[in-house]
């Protein structure tokens, strides 16, 4: 990268400074032709006190003041007509110090002003060749194996945003915008620079299946990420694929199985609470002790993940519930006796609701010791035949059981890395899409909400000692938990309309920026403010567009309104897919939509319907045994 050098001259001169605090400077703008190269966001240099030093400044206020005043006529001693006159001027937010050579070194900037600027001291505008110098001596700071490119700045030619990539996740970040800011295509290229990397990490938590491009397959294009699909209730007859997963209920907590199974209003929910997580921890010791693993037996708490079975959870409950014991005068109702039948019901009704089926009907396989292992290889491994970028779609989750999976997969994802030898740690990263659905503020959490905000808080404060960071993506940032946003140091806001959001922005910024995101609202799509400790000089950007774009294209809604009929048989199969919870076998069920509305509108079809695809496809998931009832 050929750094040009910084000469500023007289056609870049804006004025001298008039006013100075401690961290705004006010300039006063000499001419016309200067005030029109004072522009919101564009960064300005004021001489310092030797002629190879430069104060940078960003300009977030420009003004113009008109008042009339009248000359007097020195020989009538009378008032003369009335002028106008206009004052121009622009306030500054200091930022740092330029040199133009700085020991053996040029053009070396650094955050932070060593004396602030004098008044009369001449400002001089930094465009062009100077901003690419300016840049590209930024860049030039960071180690090549660090850098991130993301776009260039808004005003320079060829001049490159280059982000710190370590302080860009160490510290965590947060990409915020409204829909249609760009916001999806962001997360992608910074998906595909990391990409990369021969080892990078990162775990895309996909909310609406956006992602999946990212993972190859469709239109022939080669993906860099491997994709991954929470298991819907369409995967629970058997047959799932091989990227499904499960979260079998024994990776559960203590709290997070309160959080599903109890009811806190309940009279009875202390007992509740007592007897649901001893019978976990006997069961769990029971595992490991059949399996011969003493030493786990000795140390293992409550919350440990060691498989036992529901059915002997609600077997030992239900003894509890209906115990009778030994009194005085013959037998007598045991101490819990019917305290626990309301917690069995609910027990019962969230085992067999198919919604839940990721973790209450996982297949067996998933209750052996060591399926952890193989679940986290999966998300945690990078390299050679597995991509560092993994997508984990949560698209058919229903979205009140959301948050639970949410938070059990980062939860564990985590401890596993916090309980890692810390020489053998690589790390990771969570790219929270959506994160206002399962990362609301305190105020808007229950008790399944908080479990998944409690995980993810825990990250955002102390994720950074274990090598596990969070990309927090959202399009309303008032919705999102204050405690994660208060702990990411470094921001990419894109456009930004409401008031609300952006005030909370406004809040996790520096006083000195807020000018600067006054200018959300006016953003174009793509573009967007880049500041934190990931880049030295706060940038407006535009964004490289990704090679492979995540599938979050806008409607054309009139566009197609005039050129495109809807489809009656992708109706018919969509119907299918709501009544099952599942995009599985869409070609096959499409199929037998179709059939079957041929069928209906033949002659006979009101007599043949029953032998159509859809009831022979029935007829043969039936259980055998209904079958040979009726043949008796």
């Given at each position: 990268?050929?750094?040009?050098?910084?000469?500023?001259?007289?056609?870049?001169?804006?004025?001298?400074?008039?006013?100075?605090?401690?961290?705004?400077?006010?300039?006063?703008?000499?001419?016309?032709?200067?005030?029109?190269?004072?522009?919101?966001?564009?960064?300005?240099?004021?001489?310092?006190?030797?002629?190879?030093?430069?104060?940078?400044?960003?300009?977030?206020?420009?003004?113009?003041?008109?008042?009339?005043?009248?000359?007097?006529?020195?020989?009538?001693?009378?008032?003369?007509?009335?002028?106008?006159?206009?004052?121009?001027?622009?306030?500054?937010?200091?930022?740092?110090?330029?040199?133009?050579?700085?020991?053996?070194?040029?053009?070396?900037?650094?955050?932070?002003?060593?004396?602030?600027?004098?008044?009369?001291?001449?400002?001089?505008?930094?465009?062009?060749?100077?901003?690419?110098?300016?840049?590209?001596?930024?860049?030039?700071?960071?180690?090549?194996?660090?850098?991130?490119?993301?776009?260039?700045?808004?005003?320079?030619?060829?001049?490159?945003?280059?982000?710190?990539?370590?302080?860009?996740?160490?510290?965590?970040?947060?990409?915020?915008?409204?829909t249609g800011s760009g916001k999806s295509w962001a997360t992608a290229l910074v998906l595909e620079r990391a990409s990369r990397l021969p080892y990078a990490n990162l775990i895309v938590l996909d909310m609406h299946g956006e992602?999946?491009?990212?993972?190859?397959?469709?239109?022939?294009?080669?993906?860099?990420?491997?994709?991954?699909?929470?298991?819907?209730?369409?995967?629970?007859?058997?047959?799932?694929?091989?990227?499904?997963?499960?979260?079998?209920?024994?990776?559960?907590?203590?709290?997070?199985?309160?959080?599903?199974?109890?009811?806190?209003?309940?009279?009875?929910?202390?007992?509740?609470?007592?007897?649901?997580?001893?019978?976990?921890?006997?069961?769990?010791?029971?595992?490991?002790?059949?399996?011969?693993?003493?030493?786990?037996?000795?140390?293992?708490?409550?919350?440990?993940?060691?498989?036992?079975?529901?059915?002997?959870?609600?077997?030992?409950?239900?003894?509890?519930?209906?115990?009778?014991?030994?009194?005085?005068?013959?037998?007598?109702?045991?101490?819990?006796?019917?305290?626990?039948?309301?917690?069995?019901?609910?027990?019962?009704?969230?085992?067999?609701?198919?919604?839940?089926?990721?973790?209450?009907?996982?297949?067996?396989?998933?209750?052996?010791?060591?399926?952890?292992?193989?679940?986290?290889?999966?998300?945690?491994?990078?390299?050679?035949?597995?991509?560092?970028?993994?997508?984990?779609?949560?698209?058919?989750?229903?979205?009140?059981?959301?948050?639970?999976?949410?938070?059990?997969?980062?939860?564990?994802?985590?401890?596993?890395?916090?309980?890692?030898?810390?020489?053998?740690?690589?790390?990771?990263?969570?790219?929270?899409?959506?994160?206002?659905?399962?990362?609301?503020?305190?105020?808007?959490?229950?008790?399944?909400?908080?479990?998944?905000?409690?995980?993810?808080?825990?990250?955002?404060?102390?994720?950074?000692?274990?090598?596990?960071?969070?990309?927090?993506?959202?399009?309303?940032?008032?919705?999102?938990?204050?405690?994660?946003?208060?702990?990411?140091?470094?921001?990419?806001?894109?456009?930004?309309?409401?008031?609300?959001?952006?005030?909370?922005?406004?809040?996790?910024?520096?006083?000195?920026?807020?000018?600067?995101?006054?200018?959300?609202?006016?953003?174009?799509?793509?573009?967007?403010?880049?500041?934190?400790?990931?880049?030295?000089?706060?940038?407006?950007?535009?964004?490289?567009?990704?090679?492979?774009?995540?599938?979050?294209?806008?409607?054309?809604?009139?566009?197609?309104?005039?050129?495109?009929?809807?489809?009656?048989?992708?109706?018919?199969?969509?119907?299918?897919?709501?009544?099952?919870?599942?995009?599985?076998?869409?070609?096959?069920?499409?199929?037998?939509?179709?059939?079957?509305?041929?069928?209906?509108?033949?002659?006979?079809?009101?007599?043949?319907?029953?032998?159509?695809?859809?009831?022979?496809?029935?007829?043969?998931?039936?259980?055998?045994?209904?079958?040979?009832?009726?043949?008796?």
């Amino acid at each position: 990268m050929t750094v040009e050098p910084v000469e500023f001259s007289e056609p870049d001169q804006l004025g001298v400074v008039e006013a100075v605090d401690t961290g705004r400077a006010q300039i006063h703008v000499s001419s016309e032709e200067a005030l029109k190269k004072c522009l919101v966001g564009s960064l300005v240099a004021i001489a310092g006190r030797t002629s190879l030093e430069w104060l940078v400044g960003v300009v977030d206020q420009v003004r113009r003041s008109v008042h009339y005043a009248s000359n007097i006529d020195a020989a009538s001693d009378e008032l003369g007509e009335l002028q106008e006159q206009t004052y121009d001027s622009m306030r500054l937010v200091l930022l740092g110090m330029f040199w133009t050579k700085h020991g053996e070194r040029k053009n070396v900037f650094r955050r932070g002003i060593e004396h602030f600027p004098e008044v009369e001291k001449q400002a001089y505008s930094i465009t062009g060749k100077n901003l690419e110098g300016l840049v590209n001596s930024l860049a030039a700071e960071v180690d090549p194996d660090k850098q991130m490119i993301l776009g260039q700045y808004i005003g320079g030619v060829d001049a490159k945003v280059v982000a710190n990539g370590d302080k860009f996740f160490q510290r965590h970040a947060a990409l915020l915008g409204s829909t249609g800011s760009g916001k999806s295509w962001a997360t992608a290229l910074v998906l595909e620079r990391a990409s990369r990397l021969p080892y990078a990490n990162l775990i895309v938590l996909d909310m609406h299946g956006e992602y999946a491009p990212l993972a190859g397959g469709e239109q022939g294009q080669e993906g860099f990420a491997s994709g991954f699909r929470v298991a819907g209730p369409g995967d629970l007859d058997g047959k799932h694929e091989k990227n499904v997963l499960f979260l079998p209920h024994w990776c559960l907590n203590r709290e997070e199985l309160l959080a599903l199974f109890l009811d806190r209003s309940d009279y009875n929910a202390p007992n509740q609470a007592s007897r649901l997580a001893h019978h976990v921890y006997e069961l769990r010791k029971q595992t490991v002790e059949h399996l011969g693993l003493t030493s786990v037996a000795e140390s293992m708490t409550v919350d440990s993940p060691i498989p036992f079975k529901l059915e002997d959870l609600r077997a030992r409950l239900k003894a509890d519930d209906e115990q009778m014991v030994e009194g005085s005068r013959g037998e007598k109702q045991g101490p819990l006796f019917g305290k626990l039948s309301r917690l069995i019901t609910r027990f019962d009704a969230k085992v067999m609701d198919r919604r839940y089926g990721f973790t209450f009907q996982a297949p067996d396989e998933t209750s052996t010791y060591d399926w952890l292992v193989e679940l986290a290889g999966k998300m945690l491994r990078s390299g050679g035949e597995h991509p560092g970028i993994k997508i984990v779609d949560f698209s058919e989750v229903p979205a009140d059981v959301l948050p639970v999976i949410v938070g059990v997969l980062a939860r564990i994802l985590y401890n596993i890395q916090f309980w890692m030898e810390a020489a053998k740690r690589t790390p990771f990263a969570f790219v929270c899409d959506e994160a206002h659905l399962y990362l609301p503020t305190r105020e808007e959490t229950d008790s399944v909400l908080g479990r998944s905000v409690e995980v993810f808080e825990r990250i955002a404060k102390e994720g950074r000692k274990y090598g596990v960071a969070l990309l927090v993506v959202s399009q309303r940032p008032s919705d999102v938990s204050r405690t994660i946003l208060s702990q990411c140091n470094n921001f990419l806001a894109l456009r930004l309309t409401n008031d609300t959001d952006q005030g909370v922005v406004k809040r996790l910024m520096p006083d000195s920026m807020a000018g600067l995101i006054d200018a959300l609202p006016l953003l174009d799509t793509g573009e967007g403010l880049l500041l934190g400790d990931a880049v030295t000089l706060p940038a407006r950007v535009r964004l490289d567009r990704p090679s492979i774009t995540p599938a979050s294209a806008t409607k054309a809604f009139w566009t197609e309104w005039g050129a495109k009929m809807p489809d009656a048989n992708a109706i018919g199969t969509a119907v299918e897919s709501m009544r099952t919870q599942s995009r599985k076998r869409l070609a096959d069920r499409e199929e037998d939509v179709t059939e079957a509305a041929s069928v209906a509108e033949s002659p006979k079809g009101k007599k043949k319907s029953s032998k159509s695809n859809l009831a022979r496809s029935a007829a043969a998931k039936a259980p055998k045994s209904s079958n040979t009832r009726k043949k008796n």
